[in-house]
């Protein structure tokens, strides 16, 4: 019996220490959180690039400086020619010094200093004397970090510039007033400029406020500035198509007309605008895209109570359409709007900004196979199917939301970028998304949803907003004593 319970109290020690080396659990670690916040703005930087330069000269002073100079010129190229660029870094430092002082740890500091930066880590790796070369002149070869200013990745994009709109005449009527053509010009080129950069597709180049870039340039160039903004000369990137246009008309023309009976005028008011354009290729001179864009103002019928009409509203609606249409031609020819996402009939598409406007109804289209010509086997673009239409209900910077409507297609069988926007539905009522109301007591189940859906497919079919007809009001009691 004793031994019986030795066992036992032994069994349960080791039971119990069996349980005192087990590890609590660990408690699950908790998600990195993920920083979702802007970027900041990328407007290029100026780093530093290893070179490695040879240059010659009657001294070993020389034949150093002459190597700075040309890893420099290797470095940013164009940027630095000039007659004063060893003054503007300090390469003249290296004149008067003999072999051994060029090969000190305290003359990289000195060419650094001297630079401004723009040269660092400079080392002499071999100088050969004339003796060796079987001449008359020293030779340097060279290390050294030279500072490099890199742009933006947005450079990468398409870069664009917008010319001058030109017009046949200096004034343009609109209504009971005349405007300056230049301003006119001046407000749709900044406002087309405005539009593509908005689409985030291209990197649009600015014509018009050279004189102050070339003041904050001259600052650099003139030593206000430290010497490593130097790099910064000579950056400017030149473009790859060029868009202009030509308005031959854009007025809002006034008529009256006297009446026989009376000493009154009969006035009436019309105009349009039409405008005419090209994507020009730069390095070759291309002509790649050429068409011609028209719009129509409303009209005012003949009245004898004209009192004049708001011009400045009639000429920003028609430069607004122009805008638009310009836009919207520039990107069907190169980045055309597609869908980038799709969950059912909501859709999420490839560009925001002013490409597409909220509240329009626009066309869709389903891409299929590629055609080419049998000829000179040039591609044609692919087949295109009506397909749907889309409403857009949010537009952000750089893409837009909506839902498709009237589907025709089967969307699961369209690859990605399957589905392109095309033209926009004008004149056509958009019946905005709203919950299904509970039917009112008495009303059979799925009255209610059958008629809205009935005026939605009225609007959508006819471009008409169609009224649902009021339930008649129910008949007064017999006994009401109001009646």
Not at 10 to 32: R, T
Not at 55 to 81: C, I
Not at 372 to 397: A, F, N
Request: with cysteine; charged share 20%; glycine share 8%.
């Amino acid at each position: 019996m004793r031994q019986l319970l030795c066992v036992t109290a032994v069994a349960a020690a080791a039971l119990l220490a069996a349980c005192g080396k087990q590890e609590p659990e660990k408690a699950p670690a908790a998600p990195a959180a993920t920083n979702v916040a802007a970027p900041v703005p990328d407007a290029g930087k100026v780093g530093n690039v290893a070179a490695t330069a040879q240059g010659f000269g009657s001294t070993a002073g020389e034949a150093v400086a002459e190597a700075m100079k040309l890893a420099l010129l290797q470095v940013n190229g164009a940027a630095l020619q000039s007659a004063s660029v060893s003054a503007k870094y300090g390469l003249d430092v290296s004149l008067d010094q003999d072999a051994a002082s060029l090969r000190a740890n305290a003359f990289a500091e000195v060419v650094a200093q001297r630079s401004g930066g723009v040269i660092q880590n400079f080392k002499l790796v071999e100088l050969q004397e004339p003796s060796v070369l079987g001449g008359k002149r020293y030779k340097a070869t060279i290390e050294a970090q030279i500072a490099k200013f890199t742009p933006s990745a947005e450079m990468q994009k398409l870069k664009v510039v917008i010319g001058q709109i030109r017009f046949d005449g200096p004034s343009l009527p609109m209504g009971d007033r005349t405007v300056s053509s230049a301003e006119v010009g001046a407000t749709i080129r900044q406002r087309i400029s405005d539009a593509l950069v908005q689409t985030g597709r291209f990197a649009v180049l600015d014509r018009e406020f050279s004189a102050d870039i070339e003041g904050e340039l001259d600052m650099i160039k003139t030593g206000q500035a430290p010497s490593a903004e130097l790099a910064k000369l000579s950056q400017a990137a030149s473009a790859d198509i060029i868009w202009s246009g030509r308005v031959s008309s854009l007025a809002y023309n006034r008529h009256a007309r006297q009446l026989k009976t009376s000493d009154r005028e009969l006035v009436s008011y019309s105009g349009g605008w039409a405008l005419t354009e090209k994507l020009v290729n730069v390095a070759t001179r291309q002509v790649m895209a050429s068409d011609s864009l028209r719009g129509q103002a409303p009209s005012v019928a003949p009245t004898t109570l004209s009192a004049g009409v708001d011009s400045h509203k009639i000429l920003e609606d028609m430069t607004t359409d122009m805008v638009n249409q310009v836009v919207t031609s520039v990107l069907r020819r190169t980045f055309p709007v597609t869908v980038v996402s799709r969950d059912g009939t909501n859709v999420v598409l490839s560009q925001g900004g002013q490409a597409l406007k909220e509240g329009s109804r626009y066309q869709m289209v389903a891409m299929g196979a590629e055609m080419k010509d049998p000829q000179t086997g040039q591609s044609l673009g692919r087949v295109e199917q009506p397909c749907c239409e889309l409403v857009i209900e949010r537009v952000t910077p750089n893409l837009s939301y909506g839902r498709l409507e009237n589907v025709r297609s089967n969307l699961e069988q369209l690859p990605v970028g399957g589905l392109q926007l095309r033209d926009e539905l004008k004149n056509v009522a958009v019946a905005k998304a709203q919950p299904t109301a509970a039917p009112a007591a008495g009303e059979p189940q799925g009255t209610a949803p059958q008629a809205a859906a009935a005026v939605v497919g009225a609007a959508a079919s006819t471009g008409k907003v169609v009224q649902p007809r009021p339930a008649p009001a129910a008949a007064p009691a017999k006994n009401d004593d109001k009646w």
